[in-house]
């Protein structure tokens, strides 16, 4: 995945969802490793929260960092299995305008090469709203380094090619 180190870096505001029932700041691992991992590749935290595992509460929050201009993109961690308290997904369907499918199908398809078909339980995904990226990834820790390290490091950095979502980004809102 070539880095073109010629082209400028262009920071992108991301703020970051834990979604669990249990977590706190004293306990959120994924959370944190998320946050650490996007101010290591040079992008700001926006934001950074940790709501229970309720579709309403969760769109709440989508919805004022979708509105908010300062926010480019939303990254969740928690809520995308398949257990009933599991509802990020559900909240997502609620505020995406445009489902990215093949960040879900890139995340199972790198997360199968290290736990096998237990990643057929895993509902990560991607999209657009209102001009935001939003991705959803599950819980674990491991997880958040493999969404991050195996694919939003590089869709995320402007200087990734053949192509980037940053490149598109003054575009999302086109009609």
């Not at 995406?96 to 895993?122: A, C, N, P, W």
Request: some cysteine; hydrophobic content about 40%; proline content about 5%.
């Amino acid at each position: 995945m070539p880095i073109v180190e010629t082209l400028p870096f262009l920071p992108v505001n991301i703020a970051v969802l834990t979604v669990s029932d249990t977590r706190d700041l004293s306990n959120d691992t994924s959370g944190a490793t998320l946050a650490a991992r996007i101010t290591e590749a040079g992008h700001q935290l926006a934001d950074r929260r940790i709501v229970k595992d309720d579709a309403g509460a969760i769109e709440a929050i989508l919805r004022e960092w979708i509105a908010n201009p300062a926010i480019d993109c939303v990254i969740t961690t928690g809520g995308t299995g398949i257990t009933g308290r599991d509802v990020t997904p559900e909240a997502f369907e609620r505020v995406v305008d445009k489902k990215i499918e093949g960040f879900g199908e890139l995340f199972r398809m790198l997360s199968y090469q290290k736990i096998g078909t237990s990643t057929m339980q895993s509902r990560a995904m991607g999209g657009v709203a209102g001009g935001t990226y939003i991705f959803a990834l599950p819980g674990s820790t491991g997880a958040c380094k493999d969404g991050w390290d195996d694919i939003l490091k590089f869709q995320l950095d402007s200087r990734h090619k053949p192509c980037n979502l940053v490149e598109l980004m003054p575009r999302l809102n086109e009609k």
